[in-house]
């Protein structure tokens, strides 16, 4: 087998360490061994051979011929011994003349750490309690041309972590732990739903118009139709659409969704976001469903409902208390918005807070700039906030004492908004409405103002039935069940600026 005449990269050759590597797979296929063969059956994974020999005694050889693949992370006496990982842990190799014909020894010799190996051979203890492979036979799975990071130290830079995953991930137990963490928390939200007859669905992520939330859209190009559109903001307005038609009583959709905002630790611009709608409930409803799936969410990801972030211990069994945002902002700094009449009236009074809100800002959006700068990072324990101004929730039902406010509660944990939900707006004409206000509102210059969607509000004038709806994202929900820092540790590719 000759070696094929392949250009090596600029960034593989800058690295002193692969010229060594290139000269082993050179020797391999000089050797007739493919460094890259096409397939390799094994029989068995570190973790279940460390639980089925949990009892077998020290220096003990058994009868028993496994097959096992994973990454070489440690090499030593010339590769008599090796410590060979798979996806769920670490198994020993013992690479000895006695079990391995001459071929077999000589393609230790062309081996590195951070190779792709298999092996075959008999299961024993050693004497000193080392579950081991005696290797009857050793196959080449991947010849790695470049080095892993130092041992004992792995990959530690920040930003190479996010950058290169792959190597975070073979290196750093804790990144495996949180994005495995990750994969348990969305299994369990879907299972809870799908037990509480939901239907998962999925619609469109390209869109002709900005809609569903408050938002600046990512705009692409469709050059067949020749259409700027839109990557979604949110689902919502095709979802109940679906309600509309009667598909189920009980759709939701875990998908990506697109904003074209800032970064920071608690917003990446692609996110994974839970929406659901429930026809015939409200958003009473919505509350003990937001507390069942953060509860079996915490249950899958550590266990039990008490968990820790950044060392405080938060409890996220329900049911969480209910308090409205005025009542809120009032506790905080003793003034009653609910008391004050008209937008000017409202931001005069932020101002003596020490609230900075635009000149423009109306009553509502007043009283959310004074809740976000006063009282939003002091909500640790689990809570439902309530009573949100109609003029910050064109999609919610008007409350039914307070015509200002709306049925929509945001469920805050850790100073954090995790969820959003309402009684869905199901009136065309008092949708319309609001579409205007929006339209108008965008027209001045909010780039964050809905368009009209004039198909909802005719699919609306078939009739949607009294519906609950609640959005909740995934990445920040695992951020707090996973106590990781940032939502870009529980991201597999976070979006970065390009080197």
């Known amino acids: 087998m000759s070696e094929p005449d392949l250009p090596i990269p600029e960034e593989f050759r800058d690295n002193p360490l692969t010229q060594p590597r290139l000269d082993k797979r050179a020797a391999l296929a000089a050797a007739g061994v493919d460094p890259y063969p096409y397939r390799f059956d094994a029989t068995a994974k570190a973790d279940a051979l460390q639980a089925r020999y949990a009892e077998l005694a020290d220096d003990t050889v058994t009868e028993d011929v496994v097959r096992v693949a994973g990454?070489?992370?440690?090499?030593?006496?010339?590769?008599?011994?090796?410590?060979l990982y798979d996806t769920t842990g670490k198994i020993q190799v013992f690479s000895h003349k006695d079990f391995l014909d001459d071929a077999a020894l000589a393609l230790l010799g062309q081996l590195d750490l951070g190779d792709m190996l298999g092996v075959e051979g008999v299961v024993r203890r050693t004497k000193r309690g080392e579950l081991t492979i005696n290797a009857r036979a050793l196959t080449v799975l991947a010849k790695a041309l470049l080095p892993l990071p130092e041992k004992y130290h792995g990959l530690t830079d920040q930003e190479a972590r996010y950058r290169q995953r792959y190597l975070d991930l073979i290196m750093n137990d804790a990144s495996r732990e949180t994005?495995?963490?990750?994969?348990?928390?969305?299994?369990?939200?879907?299972?809870e739903l799908l037990e509480r007859g939901f239907l998962e669905v999925e619609t469109p992520m390209l869109q002709t118009l900005q809609g569903g939330a408050a938002a600046r859209p990512f705009v692409t190009h469709h050059n067949t139709l020749d259409l700027d559109?839109?990557?979604?903001?949110?689902?919502?307005?095709?979802?109940?659409?679906?309600?509309?038609?009667?598909?189920?009583?009980?759709?939701?959709?875990?998908?990506?969704?697109?904003?074209?905002?800032?970064?920071?630790?608690?917003?990446n611009p692609e996110f994974t976001m839970l929406e659901m709608y429930q026809a015939y409930a409200d958003w009473t409803d919505m509350m003990e469903v937001v507390e069942a799936l953060l509860s079996r969410a915490a249950k899958s990801a550590t266990g039990g409902t008490r968990v820790t972030y950044g060392g405080r211990e938060i409890e996220l069994a329900g049911p969480y208390p209910r308090m409205t945002m005025i009542e809120l902002v009032a506790k905080a700094t003793g003034v009653d918005f609910g008391a004050i009449e008209g937008a000017e009236a409202a931001?005069?009074?932020?101002?003596?807070?020490?609230?900075?809100?635009?000149?423009?800002?109306?009553?509502?959006?007043?009283?959310?700039?004074?809740?976000?700068?006063?009282?939003?990072?002091?909500?640790?324990?689990?809570?439902?906030?309530?009573?949100?101004?109609r003029e910050i929730s064109p999609l919610a039902k008007a409350d039914r004492s307070d015509p200002r406010l709306t049925e929509r509660f945001e469920t805050y944990v850790n100073g954090w908004e995790v969820a959003n939900a309402f009684s869905e707006l199901t009136d065309p004409l008092d949708q319309y409405a609001r579409f205007q206000a929006q339209v108008a509102?965008?027209?001045?210059?909010d780039e964050e103002g809905m368009m009209m969607d004039m198909d909802y509000v005719t699919a609306l004038g078939y009739g949607l039935p009294p519906t609950g709806g609640m959005g909740m994202g995934v990445d920040r929900l695992t951020m707090l069940l996973t106590d990781s820092p940032s939502i870009r540790d529980v991201i597999a590719f976070p979006t970065l600026r390009p080197r």
């Not at 976000?372 to 101004?389: A, C, N, R, S, W």
């Not at 509102?441 to 210059?445: C, K």
């Open 347 to 389: 931001r005069t009074a932020a101002r003596d807070l020490g609230v900075e809100v635009p000149v423009k800002a109306n009553w509502g959006q007043t009283i959310e700039a004074v809740f976000g700068d006063k009282v939003e990072d002091t909500l640790i324990q689990p809570i439902h906030v309530t009573g949100f101004p």
């Open 179 to 191: 994005l495995r963490g990750r994969s348990r928390i969305i299994s369990a939200i879907r299972t």
């Open 71 to 83: 990454r070489i992370r440690a090499l030593r006496n010339s590769g008599m011994f090796i410590d």
């Open 441 to 445: 509102a965008r027209a001045a210059g």
């Open 229 to 267: 559109m839109f990557l979604r903001i949110a689902p919502e307005l095709y979802l109940k659409r679906l309600i509309v038609g009667g598909l189920s009583d009980r759709v939701f959709e875990i998908g990506r969704c697109f904003r074209n905002e800032g970064i920071s630790p608690r917003h």
